[in-house]
């Protein structure tokens, strides 16, 4: 299993995700590499750092809630989810610390990772903006445990958050999962590199 947790998604509190533009990746293309970068004091440069670590494919997902507050579907798009633990079955995602959504999607007792297809990249930028309704005009129906589930995604998982750890400038958040199932079919949404692309499978 994964443990990568770098994050590259944002504005909303998830960085990365900056302007879309199409990207395709094959298996054995050649990446050039270059120097490593230390900033005056002997820290690592954060442009450096996530320029080096875009290198590592993700794929994207939506975590969704209800705000139990005015009962309106709320969100946040994350490239830094990964599977943790099989027994018990629980997953991880990063949020970052300066998140206006993530506080609305922790007040429900379920959360729910809806897992991105390619052709949701117009999705995926709604859900990462700061502001305003994040979910007009989209199509979702209600999981098991009551939050949206986005028309196209390729699977969805009902979770329970169980420990949220601070780290940097992010916060690492366990959570268990309660319930999942697949949900429409196609090919993964990939963030590499700044850009959004798709998954070739080997001729």
Same mark, same amino acid.
């Given at each position: 299993?994964? +443990?990568?947790?770098?994050? &590259?998604?944002? #504005?909303?509190?998830?960085?990365? /995700?900056? !302007? *879309?533009? #199409? ?5 054995? @293309? ?13 820290? /690592? ?9 875009g290198r590592f494919a993700t794929g994207v997902v939506a975590i969704t809630g209800v705000d139990p507050e005015d ?8 490239? *830094? ?7 018990? $079955? ?7 610390? +300066? ?17 991105? @297809? ?6 995926? =930028?709604? /859900? ?7 979910? !007009?005009?989209?199509?979702? +129906?209600? *999981? $098991?445990?009551?939050?949206?589930? /986005? =028309? ?10 169980? =420990?949220?750890?601070? =780290? ?6 366990? !959570?268990?999962?309660?319930? &999942? ?9 990939v963030f590499f590199r700044g850009g959004y692309g798709g998954f070739f499978e080997p001729?």
């Amino acid at each position: 299993m994964s +443990t990568h947790t770098a994050r &590259l998604i944002a #504005p909303d509190g998830c960085r990365g /995700l900056p !302007a *879309s533009h #199409p990207r395709r990746t094959r298996n054995g @293309a050649a990446m050039p590499t270059g120097p490593s970068s230390h900033s005056g004091n002997g820290h /690592l440069d954060s442009h450096r750092f996530r320029q080096v670590l875009g290198r590592f494919a993700t794929g994207v997902v939506a975590i969704t809630g209800v705000d139990p507050e005015d009962g309106r579907p709320c969100g946040l798009a994350a490239n *830094s989810f990964t599977s943790v633990s099989l027994d018990p $079955p629980l997953v991880a995602f990063c949020v970052g610390h +300066t998140s206006t959504s993530w506080p609305r999607v922790r007040g429900a007792k379920v959360v729910t990772v809806n897992v991105l @297809a390619e052709d949701q990249r117009a999705v995926c =930028a709604q /859900l990462a903006s700061k502001g305003g309704d994040k979910f !007009a005009g989209l199509e979702w +129906t209600g *999981s $098991p445990g009551g939050n949206p589930v /986005l =028309a196209g995604a390729l699977a969805w998982l009902d979770c329970a958050v169980e =420990a949220e750890h601070p =780290a940097g400038d992010h916060t690492i958040v366990v !959570a268990r999962v309660l319930q &999942l199932d697949t949900h429409a079919e196609g090919g993964p949404l990939v963030f590499f590199r700044g850009g959004y692309g798709g998954f070739f499978e080997p001729s």
